[in-house]
Nanobody
Framework: QVQLAESGGGLVQAGGSLRLSCAAPGSVFSINTMGWYRQAPGKQRELVATVTSGDNTNYADSVKGRFTISRDNAKNTVHLQMNSLKSEDTAVYYC????????????????WGEGTLVTVSS
């Protein structure tokens, strides 16, 4: 079982910034897309941003121009820089990665982190 280690959540005032980080184990064979999703109270989980192994990025319209996703393929990490935070960004943020654990398996499996809480006070 692959565990994704998230860090960086917390409490911030509206207009402030936070940086989330997520690390996959160094022992995995290959990682395809990595990304961040979020779930606010009473709402469904939604995509925030994703980045492919080739650095192609995709953002939710609600965060474009404020959030930046990046990854370090050598360290199996993905980061989410969140600027100009709004109260509506308050949610649990989940790291996601599509991982191929071994050269013996041709499949990429979807893994999730446990989530990190981001609270933006107005």
């Amino acid at each position: 079982q692959v565990q994704l280690a998230e860090s960086g959540g917390g409490l911030v005032q509206a207009g402030g910034s936070l940086r989330l980080s997520c690390a996959a184990p160094g022992s995995v064979f290959s990682i395809n897309t990595m990304g961040w999703y979020r779930q606010a109270p009473g709402k469904q989980r939604e995509l925030v941003a994703t980045v492919t192994s080739g650095d192609n990025t995709n953002y939710a319209d609600s965060v474009k121009g404020r959030f930046t996703i990046s990854r370090d393929n050598a360290k199996n990490t993905v980061h989410l820089q969140m600027n100009s935070l709004k109260s509506e960004d308050t949610a649990v943020y989940y790291c996601n990665a599509k991982i191929r654990q071994s050269p013996l398996s041709p499949y990429f499996i979807n893994y999730w982190g446990e989530g990190t809480l981001v609270t933006v006070s107005s």
